[in-house]
């Protein structure tokens, strides 16, 4: 028979302790019930209990023009990763509390309370912005030339745009079975190219030479919580679905977790690597059309594998794909993420933004090749 733990009698007069913060210390804002104690989760359950609250209430937070993101990532104590697990924001620049309300924006708790356990919160200052805009000037390579035979990694833009950003890989579009080429909204659209328009390979920054350089027409775009994606016909140009400097494609797609190392192959910063730090993100980011909260993941440089440019990213490398690195050091085919963005300050300018290629790909109805 099977022992039963006696139970130890509280002594009179004692406080129950519930794990609550005071109620004074809760956001004004409304979120999904969520069912489930975060006490009696760990891992990948914990990941996406935190996941639920941090969309349910991104758009609350981010109303504050001084926070830029929340998302979930490891809490940092005196410049030190705990490893422990926490609702992370970005700001603009940290305040004291005295002087919150001139940021424009509210005090954030140290803890948020979530089904009656509370969970801790960090602040980090950093800002985004959309990698695309005034291309870097430099001597032009194999990425910014124009290819007879298409491939991921290469510069291309619309025609009525003057910036270029990254082609990230050549996808099946379920509507019509045929094959498309991916990249993001702010890269094909923008909201300044009409479906139909013309796609270039290289972007028009480039090379002016459009009409030469036609490679497609632009099919189906999105900006939003699913992503900044867009994609374009391939009818005018050969292609090949291996990615520039990798020797391996888009094959299949992942959810990035914490941790996971990555590599990119990018028009501007070519290849770089970096490790996933906030698997999960709300960002604010400001576009020529207005300010958009697009849903992904943030990515920080991997000391391991460091980059040439001493940046991850930069500007022009907006549409490459994020692709996922196994144990050996090589990449396997499974792409994570599509690059939209990298922070902008000039004290931490090595993080880039990404969406989930799984939304992106669900919302365009496309599939790997």
Aim: with cysteine; net charge positive.
């Amino acid at each position: 028979m099977a022992k039963t733990a006696s139970k130890k009698r509280k002594p009179k007069g004692a406080k129950k302790r519930t794990g609550r913060v005071p109620a004074t210390a809760q956001p004004n804002i409304e979120v999904a019930d969520l069912p489930v104690r975060l006490e009696r989760l760990t891992g990948t359950k914990r990941t996406e209990q935190l996941k639920r609250f941090v969309r349910a209430a991104s758009r609350s937070f981010l109303a504050p023009t001084n926070i830029t993101s929340i998302g979930i990532g490891h809490k940092v104590q005196n410049g030190r990763n705990t490893g422990k697990l926490s609702i992370q924001f970005t700001v603009a620049t940290k305040a004291p509390l005295d002087a919150i309300g001139a940021t424009g924006s509210k005090a954030i708790p140290p803890f948020i309370e979530i089904d009656g356990i509370a969970v801790p919160t960090d602040v980090l200052e950093r800002t985004y912005r959309p990698s695309y805009t005034a291309a870097r000037v430099g001597a032009k390579d194999e990425r910014k030339r124009r290819m007879t035979v298409m491939r991921p990694g290469a510069s291309i833009s619309s025609t009525v745009t003057t910036d270029a950003g990254t082609l990230g890989t050549f996808a099946r579009d379920k509507r019509t079975n045929e094959i498309v080429m991916l990249s993001n909204w702010h890269v094909l659209d923008a909201g300044l190219n009409p479906l139909d328009g013309d796609i270039v390979q290289p972007g028009r920054y480039d090379d002016y030479s459009t009409a030469q350089n036609l490679a497609g027409r632009l099919l189906r775009s999105h900006i939003g919580a699913a992503g900044d994606c867009a994609i374009a016909s391939t009818g005018a140009r050969a292609y090949s679905n291996i990615i520039l400097g990798l020797d391996t494609s888009v094959m299949r797609i992942g959810t990035p977790q914490q941790g996971d190392r990555v590599v990119k192959s990018g028009r501007t910063t070519g290849l770089t690597y970096g490790i996933v730090g906030r698997p999960v993100l709300s960002i604010s980011m400001p576009y020529s059309t207005g300010t958009q909260v697009v849903g992904g993941f943030e990515i920080g440089p991997d000391d391991q594998n460091p980059s040439e440019f001493g940046m991850i990213s930069d500007i022009g490398d907006s549409g490459s794909a994020w692709m996922f690195v196994d144990k050996n050091g090589q990449p396997n085919g499974t792409m994570l993420g599509l690059h939209f963005g990298l922070s902008d300050n000039a004290a931490t300018p090595a993080f880039a933004v990404a969406c989930f290629a799984r939304s992106v790909m669900t919302k365009l109805e496309i599939e790997p090749i």
